[in-house]
Every structure is written in structure tokens, then in C-alpha cells.
């Protein structure tokens, strides 16, 4: 029983690193209801940025996450502005493929660039642990990733339950024809939460560089792995999002040291379908949601 | 000589892709005026709001509101010029409460004073709005909700409040109290522009009457020269006679 205590502290501690994967995706599904195939590619191209100022330009990580994460709010601002809104304006379905085109696009610009290969971002971080007893330890990377989700998903819960912005964005993805009647520019609104979206994928890819290898399809991993958070946890609610990461989190690590690692993957889409079956709307969703 | 109006529509022409909703239509607001538009179901009372709201773009003719053409303008920008439209069915947001569903009504606004002013005068107006500031739109009830609508509109601060049928689904007592609040608004230097199925109501607080048949707008004049027979023609859509068409009426 006592071994088991490190993958449930491990678990926990993922769970806030997918939390911060997946806050972005339930921003744009579960609020803008927008769903962006790209969100992992998002997230990955931010993992190459940074290793790209920490490899060649020769900064530290730390230094580059500062650098990498302001830069994908314009990004994604601009995806909205001059890509998803002009396919949004014809209809829900449209955007969903165009995701999926710039998900490819990504992808296969990312292949050309850096190879095939396995990257990570080097991080001193990366190796060091807290001893707490003899048999549990925990990872500075993983106490990190806790750490930046759970202000992630704070700073987003603020922004918009608590500012005219993320008023305007709750009003625009509930009746967006009456928001516009009140006054709010709803495209401009979609553009601004896309930009917290990618600017959140940003501060997740940097994280996951520095704890995981990654490729350049590495994105569409990640992509299951929001979804699942979401699912579990409920769209469009950030707290949904921190108990949906910490329980899939749980669930693999948890599930990967009983029945081997091999089965870690199984052992989260298996929680995700019990989820599903006892509470279709998530932990923390609502059930009109 | 006559003031130049408020809200001043020309020759408008809206189509839904090949059908035509509105023929030619004439329509002038004064400042401060409440000016009532009846007509049947489906005349095309509804289409000019939206067209005038901008959420509709005409296919010809002209609106202007206090000089500024709205042609080419989106509904945002049309808001911050200071008209506002309360729509049909309410439309409140009802994952938003009620002090929210306000704030976002004064979205085009950014001075914080005018803003904490505008919601005070809401809740002098709306009393039980002030009670149920932090209950979800959705847990109001249909008076409620209307109440919350008008309010929400007010926001804004506009010079120009155009309602699209608040009295539906309301009992009597609501409507009254809602009437009583027009009046109140009117008196305030707000033009209105009222869209009513209920035409007695909506003709006794109005200064000019205008009748919508199948897309044509007709001046009917002050309400005290409506007879009850002028009222029922326009309610069904029949032809008026001896009514003045608003393009015959501006020339």
C-alpha cells in the first residue's frame, strides 16, 4: 500500500500540469463553443519556441517561457481575426475543419523544421525532487506544472467571472446576436478569448517540454488529453478543469503503476468512460452545459 | 421650421435572400418622441428594428440617426451611437445575473460614474431588480425578465430605445407597470420606438402611429385622430384610407 502513495502524489501533481493543457480548450469549447483541433499543436509549437530561445539563443527556460508565452496571445488573436471568425461566419461546423487544417499545417511545418526526432527542453529542474519520508519524493517539475496550473486556471476563472471582458465572453457564447444588441463587438470578444486560450496552451507547452519528450505530432496527444480533462471535469468550468486533470492524472499514473505502464493510457480513458456513464456532464459541469 | 429628426429612415428595402420584407419604408423619430408601430403578423415591424439595429443590412435606401449614416456600421457601433433595442422574447442571459445582464447592457460605456449612475437609475425604476441583483437571468420570472431587458437597454444610455413586443406573454398587471415605466422613460428626453401587437396599449402612449402593411410603412398620425376602425385595418393588414404613406408624408 505504501508504494502506491508516490503515483497518487505524482498523479495529483500531473493533474494540474493537464489542467493547464486543457484550460484553454474548455475557454474555446465550453465558453466561445469553438472547439480548436489545433489547441495541442498550439501547445507544441510553444514547446519548440522555447527550446529553439533556450537551444540557439541561449536564454534559460525560465527566461524563455517569459519570452514564448506573450508572444502566442497575438498568435492566437490572429488565428481568430483572420481564420476562424470568417469561418464562423458560416456556421459552427466550418471552424472545426479549419482547426483541423492548421492542426496538419502545424504539424507538418513543425516535421520540417525540427525533424522527426524526440526533443525536450533542458531544465535543471527537470531532475531535482523534495524528499519528503524514505519512500516519497516529489518532482520539482511535476510541484511546478501543480503550481502553474492551478494559477492558470485561477487567473482564468478571474478574468472571466470578474472583468467586463470575460463578461462580454459569456454573454457573446450564450446569445451572441443579443450581445452584439448590447453593445459588444462579439467578434473582437472571440479574438480576445482565443488569445487567453493560446497564450494558456503556451504556458502548458513550455511545461511540457521541460517534463516530457515531444514531437511534432506530439499535439494531438495532448489534444486527447484536454478533451479527456474537460470531459471529465466538466466544460467550461476551471475549477472542472483542475479536478478533471488531478482524477485523469490519478488515473494513469495510478493505474500505470498496478497494472504496468503499458496500460497507463487505458487506465485514464477507462476513468473517462466511467465519468461519462455516472456523470455525462462532469465532476464540476452543469448538466445544461 | 421642423427639427431635424432623430432617427430618420428613407426609402428601405431589406430582403431575406430573394424575399422581400421591407418595400420603400419611411419612418422619422424626434427627439424625445414615442412613436408606436403596429401592424400584423409578419408586416415587417420586427425587420425594420433589426435593419435600424443594424442586424439586418438594407438593400436600398437610408437610415441616419442624429446625422450619422448607419449603413455601413455594425451592431456595436450602432449601440455606442446611442440607440438601443430591447428585442422579442426578452433574450436576457441567464447564466448572468442580474447586476451582470446590467453591466453588459453598458458595455459601450466606459466612464465608471455614469455606469453605477445608469444601474442606480435601473433599480429606481426596477425596484425588484435591485432585490434579485445577484440571481441568474434564467431564475427570473417572465415579468422579470422584461423588466430586466428594458433595463439592460438603458445601460446603454441611449438616445433611442426601440422595444420589439414587451408586452408578450405578460399578464396585465406586468404590462402596466412596464407602460408606466415607458412613460417614465419618454419624459426622461428618450425617444422611443415601440413595436406592439397590443395596439390600444401601445397607442395611448404614443405621440405618432405608424401601421406596417406587408412591408410598407404607413403614417397614421397623432393618436387622437385613430378611429377604432383605422386601428383594426392596420392590426389586419388591411389597406388604410385616406392614411398618408411615410414617403407621401416626408415630400
Not at chain 1, 35 to 42: C, P
Not at chain 1, 215 to 233: C, K
Not at chain 2, 122 to 138: C, D, H, K, S, T
Not at chain 2, 177 to 185: D, E
Request: with cysteine; glycine share 12%.
Amino acid at each position: 500500500m505504501t508504494d502506491l502513495i508516490q503515483p497518487i502524489v505524482n498523479g495529483i501533481l500531473l493533474g494540474g500540469l493537464y489542467a493547464a493543457v486543457a484550460i484553454g480548450l474548455s475557454l474555446m469549447f465550453g465558453i466561445v463553443r469553438l472547439i480548436n483541433l489545433a489547441h495541442g499543436d498550439l501547445m507544441i509549437t510553444a514547446s519548440y519556441l522555447s527550446l529553439v530561445m533556450v537551444e540557439q539563443v541561449g536564454l534559460s527556460p525560465l527566461t524563455a517561457a517569459v519570452m514564448v508565452v506573450p508572444m502566442l496571445f497575438p498568435a492566437g488573436f490572429g488565428l481568430q481575426k483572420y481564420v476562424l471568425n470568417r469561418a464562423l461566419r458560416r456556421g459552427p461546423e466550418p471552424p472545426i475543419i479549419v482547426a483541423l487544417g492548421i492542426s496538419i499545417v502545424l504539424q507538418n511545418v513543425l516535421l520540417l523544421i525540427f525533424s522527426p526526432d524526440a526533443r525536450s527542453i533542458p531544465a535543471n529542474v527537470a531532475v531535482l525532487a523534495v524528499p519528503v519520508t524514505e519512500n516519497l519524493s516529489l518532482p520539482v517539475i511535476y510541484l511546478m506544472g501543480f503550481g502553474v496550473g492551478c494559477t492558470a486556471i485561477a487567473a482564468v476563472h478571474v478574468l472571466v467571472r470578474r472583468t467586463r471582458l470575460g463578461r462580454a465572453i459569456r454573454a457573446a457564447s450564450e446569445d451572441d446576436e443579443t450581445a452584439r444588441l448590447m453593445g459588444i463587438d462579439t467578434e473582437y470578444v472571440h479574438c480576445c478569448a482565443m488569445g487567453i486560450a493560446v497564450t494558456t496552451a503556451a504556458v502548458a507547452g513550455v511545461l511540457v517540454g521541460m517534463t516530457f519528450t515531444f514531437y511534432p505530432h506530439s499535439g494531438p496527444q495532448y489534444l486527447l488529453i484536454a478533451f479527456g480533462v474537460i470531459v471529465i471535469g466538466g466544460v467550461g468550468s476551471m475549477t472542472g478543469a483542475l479536478a478533471g486533470g488531478i482524477v485523469l492524472g490519478l488515473a494513469q499514473l495510478v493505474g500505470a503503476h498496478v497494472f504496468g505502464p503499458g496500460h497507463q493510457l487505458l487506465c485514464g480513458y477507462l476513468v473517462l468512460l466511467a465519468v461519462l456513464a455516472v456523470r455525462p456532464h462532469g465532476i464540476l459541469g452543469r448538466a445544461n452545459s | 421650421m421642423t427639427p431635424s429628426p432623430l432617427l430618420n429612415v428613407r426609402g428601405l428595402d431589406v430582403h431575406y435572400g430573394r424575399f422581400q420584407a421591407l418595400f420603400h419604408v419611411a419612418v422619422h423619430v424626434a427627439q424625445g418622441e414615442v412613436v408606436a408601430l403596429i401592424g400584423g403578423n409578419s408586416a415587417g415591424k420586427s425587420t425594420l428594428l433589426r435593419a435600424i439595429a443594424a442586424l439586418l443590412a438594407p438593400s436600398a435606401g437610408t437610415i441616419v440617426f442624429s446625422g450619422t449614416d448607419l449603413g455601413d456600421l455594425k451592431p456595436h457601433q450602432v449601440v455606442a451611437l446611442g440607440v438601443s433595442l430591447v428585442p422579442e422574447g426578452r433574450h436576457v442571459f441567464g447564466s448572468l445575473t442580474v447586476r451582470e445582464n446590467l453591466l453588459v447592457g453598458a458595455h459601450s460605456r466606459r466612464a465608471r460614474n455614469a455606469i453605477r449612475q445608469s444601474m442606480e437609475e435601473v433599480y429606481e425604476l426596477f425596484p425588484i431588480l435591485r432585490q434579485r441583483a445577484n440571481i441568474m437571468g434564467n431564475e427570473l420570472s417572465g415579468g422579470e425578465q422584461q423588466m430586466l431587458a428594458i433595463g439592460r437597454s438603458l445601460m446603454s444610455g441611449p438616445a433611442l430605445m426601440m422595444l420589439d413586443e414587451i408586452s408578450q406573454g405578460l399578464s396585465p398587471l406586468v404590462i402596466k407597470a412596464v407602460y408606466r415605466t415607458l412613460s417614465a422613460i419618454s419624459r426622461t428626453g428618450t425617444a422611443v420606438l415601440l413595436v406592439e401587437q397590443d395596439v390600444r396599449r401601445s397607442v395611448s402612449v404614443a405621440d405618432r402611429v405608424y401601421a406596417m402593411v406587408r412591408g410598407r410603412a404607413v403614417c397614421l398620425g397623432v393618436p387622437g385622430s385613430l378611429t377604432e376602425d383605422d386601428l383594426k385595418k392596420a392590426c389586419f393588414g388591411f389597406e388604410l384610407q385616406g392614411a398618408r404613406s411615410s414617403e407621401g408624408e416626408r415630400s
